[in-house]
């Protein structure tokens, strides 16, 4: 389900050619998934051993994240890494 919802958003932003908006788009699941779960950039960048920062230009689609980091960050939230990719 996951590689199907990735799939799924990754042809929207190659056909629309827009590589920020696939970056957006995981940046602000990530902010909403953080959100639910009552913790801060910061709590969450602890959580992970990254700087604060790095989940500031995470959220915001500043910067492209390895799968790793997406996977700390999943495991870190207590969620599936698809619900990074619901569309």
């Known amino acids: 389900?996951?590689?199907v919802?990735?799939?799924k958003i990754l042809r929207v932003c190659t056909m629309?050619?827009?590589v920020e908006l696939f970056k957006?788009?995981?940046g602000?699941?990530?902010?909403?998934?953080r959100k639910e779960k009552g913790l801060t950039q910061a709590e969450l960048s602890a959580l992970i051993n990254r700087?604060?920062?790095s989940i500031s230009r995470i959220e915001s689609g500043k910067v492209n994240s390895s799968c790793y980091i997406i996977f700390q960050i999943a495991k870190a939230?207590?969620?599936n890494v698809s619900e990074f990719f619901k569309i």
């Open 1 to 3: 389900m996951c590689l």
């Open 51 to 53: 700087d604060f920062q």
């Open 16 to 18: 629309s050619n827009d």
């Open 5 to 7: 919802n990735f799939v």
């Open 77 to 79: 939230l207590d969620v």
């Open 28 to 33: 602000k699941q990530v902010a909403r998934l």
């Open 24 to 26: 957006k788009t995981l």
